[in-house]
Every structure is written in C-alpha cells, then in structure tokens.
C-alpha cells in the first residue's frame, strides 16, 4: 500500500498472521494512507464494526460483482470533501452519516428537525445538505419549500435520503429543489452512504 498509493483497498478480514481490522486500523493510523478509501469484503457481517473503523463500504460473501463495481466506480468519483449538513430526526441515521462521511473527510453538521436545520444555516451554510423528509415540527417538503424561498439558501444542493415511498405529488413538490433522492430502503446502509458520498463529490466538482 505504501509502495502502491492505490485508488481503492479492497481488505478482507479474516486472514492468517494479521486480520483485516487491524490492518484497517493501521491504515487510519497512519497519515498518508488514511485517506485511501477502504472497501471491506469478507464473510463476517460486522458492518457497523467496519464503518466505524473508517470503511468506506462493506459487503459480505459471495459478492455481488455489480455492488462492488458500483461502490468502486462512486468512490472513484468521489472529489474533495466540504461542509454537510445532516438533516434527520433519527440519532442512530445521524451517527452513521456522521461516521462514514466523517472517515471520508467531510465536516459534518447535524440538525434533529427541519427548524434546528434552518437554524444551521443561518449560522453558516453548508456545501451540501442531506435531509430526511419526515420529521417533526418541520419536515423535508417544508425544509425545501424555505430554501427556494430564500435567494442565498437557494443554490444549496440538497440530497434526500429517505425512507418514504414517495408519491407523484411528494416528487411534485421537491422537484427543482433537490439533487437527488435516495431510499434508505433501496440499499445497504454502507453502500447508501458510498452513493451518497459520490454524489457530495460531484456536487463539489460542479462548484468549483
């Protein structure tokens, strides 16, 4: 790896002399190779574990040969990290935005409801904004209906990351205000979040 500077580390865990978790803790340990992501493939379905150490992704054996080659692909895509904005009522989505987007560089900002979210970028704006739709005292569509209105919160990209089955009227509503809109139900959570940090670094592609 040090020789290499490779794009990608492909790392499985279960290995004779030295697992993968300890070889993935020493990659993040040691500057210059920390920012190399890490793509974990292995039999053992410890995905949290890996996430939290700073993987990138996680899949489990046998592999889906589409799944490791789109993760691979968003990875390779993926540009220089900013300020994001975690809109999300759910502590536990939070944590885990906040720990894989965090591995990867990104300075992440959370917010539990849609007016603490306002609230947030009014102290400062964010590169990005990841928002969930249902939430209290304010949800998503109200959230997105006050960035149009507001001629400097206007040009935020905003994510949707949510776990609505959305109607033509729900995409009525967010249409001209969102990037994209994932569903927390159409992927694995590490593979959700690799699509999601793909799409941060084509957002900061187009900023610059």
């Not at 292995?42 to 993760?71: F, M, S, W």
């Not at 560089?105 to 007016?115: D, L, P, Q, S, Y």
């Not at 102290?123 to 005292?137: H, R, S, T």
Request: charged letters at 25%.
């Amino acid at each position: 790896m040090r020789e290499l500077r490779p794009a990608a580390i492909i790392l499985d865990v279960l290995m004779p002399d030295i697992d993968g978790w300890t070889v993935l803790a020493a990659l993040k340990g040691e500057p210059e190779l920390a920012d190399i992501p890490v793509v974990i493939v292995t039999i053992v379905d410890e995905q949290r574990r890996g996430i939290a150490l700073g993987a990138a992704g996680y899949l489990t054996k046998p592999i889906d040969r589409e799944r490791l080659v789109a993760i691979l692909s968003d990875l390779r895509a993926a540009a220089a990290p900013g300020n994001i904005l975690v809109v999300d009522d759910d502590e536990e989505q939070r944590q885990f935005v906040r720990e894989i987007l965090g591995a990867r560089g990104w300075t992440v900002r959370e917010a539990a409801n849609g007016r603490l979210g306002l609230d947030a970028i009014a102290a400062e704006l964010p590169d990005v904004i990841l928002l969930d739709l249902m939430m209290p005292e304010m949800d998503g569509f109200e959230v997105v209906a006050a960035l149009r209105a507001n001629a400097a919160w206007r040009a935020i990209p905003v994510v949707v990351v949510t776990a609505l089955d959305l109607t033509a009227e729900d995409r009525q509503r967010l249409s001209g205000g969102v990037e994209q809109i994932l569903s927390k139900h159409a992927f694995p959570p590490a593979e959700l979040m690799a699509r999601v940090g793909a799409l941060l670094g084509e957002t900061r592609k187009a900023q610059k």
